[in-house]
């Protein structure tokens, strides 16, 4: 089946510091990832959509200048929360869309902003 | 824009059947996907409607009404690892090829013993 990971798992950053995280389709290439935030006990906020290749493309009230997305290749996209603020602590989970419109999670990033 | 409403809570005791409601709200319509997320973990896909029906995957069950916007998950043969939160979501027409889903505001299903 389709596999997504994500590194790192955890991370725990000072603020004002900046944070990537990485999201990898293992099995597969996926042209669109997409990553989103979700708070505790809620649901998942989508953030933005990767595309291989060219800009993402945020949702409104994501600031692109502050959470940079880059989709390099065909099974990597990756998420740098630039300047973080305690603020910004969340669960991220990235996903990647498989050829008949399904998505397939990442296991989630836990990010602590101290 | 979508919008999407499930309970926010269920409770059901092991070896039970439950049934998880979703209405949805769209200025476009693809299909309706279902989601388990356990606390801490990735959404894991679960099943998909897109025509009206029962789709059914081992003990879990799915319902589409598209002329009611409305579908269910069901549960049967509760077991106590089916304690999690269960989304719903829609594809989004409006993000084109993007396919983009918009979920629901989950519901924390709790199995007792």
């Known amino acids: 089946g389709a596999v997504v990971s994500q590194h790192p798992s955890r991370v725990i950053c000072k603020s004002g510091t900046s944070v990537k995280i990485e999201c990898r389709s293992l099995?597969?290439?996926?042209?669109?990832m997409f990553w989103y935030r979700q708070f505790p006990k809620k649901s998942l906020m989508l953030m933005a959509t990767?595309?291989?290749?060219?800009?993402?493309?945020?949702e409104q009230g994501v600031e692109k200048d502050k959470f940079l997305i880059n989709h390099a290749s065909l099974t990597l996209s990756t998420l740098t929360v630039t300047s973080a603020h305690p603020e910004d602590s969340s669960f991220y989970i990235c996903s990647a869309r498989v050829t008949n419109g399904e998505q397939y999670f990442g296991p989630g990033t836990r990010l602590t902003v101290t | 824009g979508q919008s999407l409403e499930q309970p926010s809570e269920v409770t059901a005791v092991e070896g039970a059947i439950v049934q998880i409601n979703c209405t949805y709200q769209t200025s476009g319509f693809y299909g309706l996907s279902w989601y388990q997320q356990h606390d801490g973990g990735a959404p894991t896909f679960l099943s998909y409607?897109?025509?009206?029906g029962l789709e059914e995957t081992g003990r879990f069950s799915s319902f589409l009404s598209r002329s009611d916007s409305y579908g269910y998950l069901l549960l049967q043969e509760l077991q106590m690892k089916d304690s999690a939160s269960y989304f719903c979501a829609v594809r989004d027409p409006s993000s084109g090829s993007a396919r983009q889903l918009t979920f629901g505001s989950g519901t924390q299903l709790t199995v007792l013993p």
């Open positions: 990767s595309n291989e290749g060219s800009k993402a493309t945020y």
């Open positions: 409607n897109g025509l009206d």
């Open positions: 099995d597969f290439q996926a042209t669109t």
